[in-house]
């Protein structure tokens, strides 16, 4: 295990998740936000940041989804995995923890104005702070892992389209954090009324423990049928997984290939 990888994953997480489910946590209890918009701009800007945190100490994957992706696409070697994949666990769970010890008075104020009895049906309410739920009632269980697979899908396909070298219309690499940050805003302000918008299963696993282990217990969970998992975990991995194989079997062979068919640019007689 390299230090640098640990401490890179681990911090970039770490600063994506305070800021996004701090955000998230904000508009639950004072509403200061109130806009899907607003709140998925925020997570933008935390992955942004992240970024250039980072990356200069480790690919900057942030997201197990990502490392999967680029693990099976040969972009990283397999032996890398378990560290990034622990380190961006861990990240999480640490900003669970933060955002628990910034906001736990104010979470307490507000089950109290509320009536809100911790691990009750109703508690989901500030569940919502650390970990996704999606509503069961208006959305079916194969729906939300649809949601997330190809919401994760959009985010790994197009950070595979902003970063590899076969395409020529990528940004530059000082400006390629910006862009995938803002990659994560469109999709959570496309997925989140259906999901949450998790796209990333460390950012979910991590903070829901924290809210497990201080008294939401089973109200920390999004259903009976494992949607913790299927949903939030599972999905988005293999919609990541998909996306890399897409871009790599199908858009990079086409991206490298000269073509004499090509007529952009070129003057009709």
């Given at each position: 295990?390299?230090?640098?990888?640990?401490?890179?994953?681990?911090?970039?997480?770490?600063?994506?998740?305070?800021?996004?489910?701090?955000?998230?946590?904000?508009?639950?209890?004072?509403?200061?936000?109130?806009?899907?918009?607003?709140?998925?701009?925020?997570?933008?800007?935390?992955?942004?940041?992240?970024?250039?945190?980072?990356?200069?100490?480790?690919?900057?994957?942030?997201?197990?989804?990502?490392?999967?992706?680029?693990?099976?696409?040969?972009?990283?070697?397999?032996?890398?995995?378990?560290?990034?994949?622990?380190?961006?666990?861990?990240?999480?769970?640490?900003?669970?923890?933060?955002?628990?010890?910034?906001?736990?008075?104010?979470?307490?104020?507000?089950?109290?104005?509320?009536?809100?009895?911790?691990?009750?049906?109703?508690?989901?309410?500030?569940?919502?702070?650390?970990?996704?739920?999606?509503?069961?009632?208006?959305?079916?269980?194969?729906?939300?892992?649809?949601?997330?697979?190809?919401?994760?899908?959009?985010?790994?396909?197009?950070?595979?389209?902003?970063?590899?070298?076969?395409?020529?219309?990528?940004?530059?690499?000082?400006?390629?954090?910006?862009?995938?940050?803002?990659?994560?805003?469109?999709?959570?302000?496309?997925?989140?009324?259906?999901?949450?918008?998790?796209?990333?299963?460390?950012?979910?696993?991590?903070p829901r423990v924290v809210a497990m282990i201080?008294?939401?217990?089973?109200?920390?969970?999004?259903?009976?049928c494992g949607g913790a998992f299927w949903v939030?975990?599972?999905?988005?991995?293999?919609?990541?997984?998909?996306?890399?194989?897409?871009?790599?079997?199908?858009?990079?062979?086409?991206?490298?290939?000269?073509?004499?068919?090509?007529?952009?640019?070129?003057?009709?007689?």
């Amino acid at each position: 295990m390299k230090l640098r990888d640990f401490v890179g994953e681990f911090s970039g997480t770490f600063l994506l998740v305070l800021f996004g489910c701090g955000a998230v946590a904000v508009d639950t209890l004072f509403g200061a936000h109130m806009s899907l918009a607003l709140i998925a701009l925020f997570w933008g800007i935390g992955v942004t940041l992240s970024i250039y945190l980072t990356r200069h100490l480790c690919c900057a994957h942030l997201n197990p989804a990502v490392t999967m992706a680029m693990a099976c696409s040969g972009r990283m070697a397999w032996k890398k995995v378990p560290t990034y994949l622990v380190a961006q666990f861990l990240g999480a769970f640490a900003a669970g923890w933060i955002i628990y010890l910034l906001f736990f008075t104010s979470i307490r104020d507000f089950e109290t104005t509320h009536a809100i009895v911790r691990g009750t049906e109703a508690s989901v309410k500030t569940g919502r702070m650390f970990g996704e739920y999606y509503p069961t009632a208006t959305v079916p269980f194969w729906l939300a892992c649809f949601a997330e697979g190809f919401g994760t899908f959009l985010l790994v396909f197009l950070i595979f389209a902003l970063t590899e070298g076969c395409n020529v219309g990528r940004p530059s690499s000082d400006s390629a954090p910006l862009w995938i940050g803002l990659t994560v805003s469109s999709v959570i302000c496309l997925v989140a009324p259906l999901t949450q918008a998790g796209l990333n299963p460390a950012r979910d696993f991590g903070p829901r423990v924290v809210a497990m282990i201080m008294g939401w217990g089973k109200a920390a969970q999004p259903d009976s049928c494992g949607g913790a998992f299927w949903v939030y975990i599972l999905a988005p991995i293999i919609g990541g997984i998909v996306a890399s194989i897409l871009f790599t079997k199908l858009y990079e062979p086409l991206m490298n290939r000269q073509s004499s068919d090509c007529c952009c640019g070129k003057k009709k007689d």
